[in-house]
């Protein structure tokens, strides 16, 4: 019978110097505050490590394994303070929602993809445990949105990290605290660095009904005078999707470009998605899109930031509220009811790359 310690964490554990807070197994956890006051924990096994921001939006900000950095290049090294999306953005993982999600569009009043991204959250723990799949360790928390007669929620993210992984475990539970039902839209926004020729490969045709390109580009977002090219390249993908399966370095997505992807599960109800490096290796990212059905692909890539969404499993699109209750998107979870999102995201090996793309083959076949 396996069993879990918990270990609640008090924000005087943090200081300027890290030291080790948990050992199990080859695991360790470390705390330690940037010098921008933002306190983190590093998760360390004896593939890599991921750092985690506790009380701030228990983002991942980043992970890397086998001597790999796996997170997006941005302009900020270190993560900032504030509840502003834009103000501190580059991590791994940031969880988005839940009152609304994406860009606000003319008629929203809601931040940048909610609230959920750099919420505050006033409780948090350090989990450790043995399963299946060995032992591991864990980073929660719980964030509470209170808003009298309108709203009230709890959400409560929880990452894992398993000895010897490449991968870590990712789950977000809501629950409507309210007798009422609740309107919800949620996106697990997950940020890989591009590998210059990496390759696309993912478990959905890639044609314009399942795999549909957005030609527009945000009001929130700057180009650096590329966009006659960007909208050429819109356009064409438009028609032919395929046409950005391989990153090759002459592709424009100066500022971005985001698709819609329908994707198609495997038995165990799980959507794959890979972009293969040069030497066969992986950056890997899978969902289950009966809990979320939109697979939104972001992809980012000039001077000042380089980032690959493979895939932002999320309730709806990335519009806003507006566009998305106009389109029959948003959810309704009942009074006292409890929804979760699962994902794993991380690296695969060149042979567990070459297995997960005849497995991707499968689910395309049938």
């Known amino acids: 019978m396996s069993t879990t310690t918990r270990i609640h964490l008090q ?42 921001l506790p009380y701030q939006g228990q983002q991942v900000w980043s992970a890397s394994f086998d001597g790999r ?22 991590a791994f993982l940031v969880h988005c929602g839940i009152t609304a999600m994406g860009v606000p569009g003319p008629e929203d009043h809601h931040p940048l993809h909610g609230e959920l991204p750099n919420a505050p959250y006033a409780g948090a723990y350090l989990e450790a445990g043995s399963d299946a799949g060995g032992g591991w360790v864990g980073v929660g928390g719980r964030y509470q949105h209170t808003l009298a007669f309108n709203r009230n929620y709890a959400a409560e993210p929880l990452v894992k990290l398993h000895e010897g ?12 605290l309210m007798h009422v039902d609740m309107e919800l839209m949620y996106m697990m926004h997950v940020n890989f660095r591009p590998v210059d020729r990496g390759r696309l490969v993912y478990s959905a045709r890639p044609n314009p009904t399942e795999v549909k390109t957005h030609v527009s580009i945000p009001s929130h977002m700057q180009s650096s005078g590329s966009g006659s090219r960007l ?17 090759a370095p002459d592709l424009c997505f100066d500022p971005e470009i985001v698709f819609t992807i329908r994707y198609r599960a495997d038995s165990e109800g ?15 990212i899978r969902h289950r899109p009966q809990e979320l059905d939109y697979g939104i692909r972001w992809i980012a890539r000039n001077a000042d930031q380089d980032a690959l969404g ?3 499993p999320a309730t709806a699109e990335h519009k806003g509220h507006a566009a998305a209750k106009a389109k029959g998107q948003l959810r309704s979870v009942r009074g006292g009811d409890t929804v979760e999102f699962h994902a794993e995201a991380g690296l695969l090996r060149a042979e567990e790359a070459k297995a997960m793309e005849t497995r991707i083959g499968r689910i395309l076949a049938l």
């Open 11 to 52: 924000r005087g554990l943090f200081g300027e110097k890290e030291k080790t807070v948990l050992e199990h197994g080859s695991l360790t956890v470390s705390a330690f505050t940037y010098s921008t006051g933002v306190e983190a924990l590093r998760l360390k096994n004896s593939r890599g490590e991921i750092v985690l």
């Open 69 to 90: 950095e796996l997170t997006m290049r941005s302009m900020f090294a270190e993560p900032v303070p504030t509840r502003d999306y834009l103000a501190t953005y580059g």
């Open 165 to 176: 992984a490449s991968l870590i475990e990712i789950l977000m539970r809501v629950t409507n």
């Open 231 to 247: 909208m050429e390249f819109l356009k064409r993908l438009e028609a032919n999707p395929s046409l950005h399966h391989v990153l």
């Open 270 to 284: 799980w959507a794959h998605s890979m972009q293969v490096h040069p030497d066969g290796w992986a950056s890997y």
């Open 310 to 312: 493979l895939v932002l």
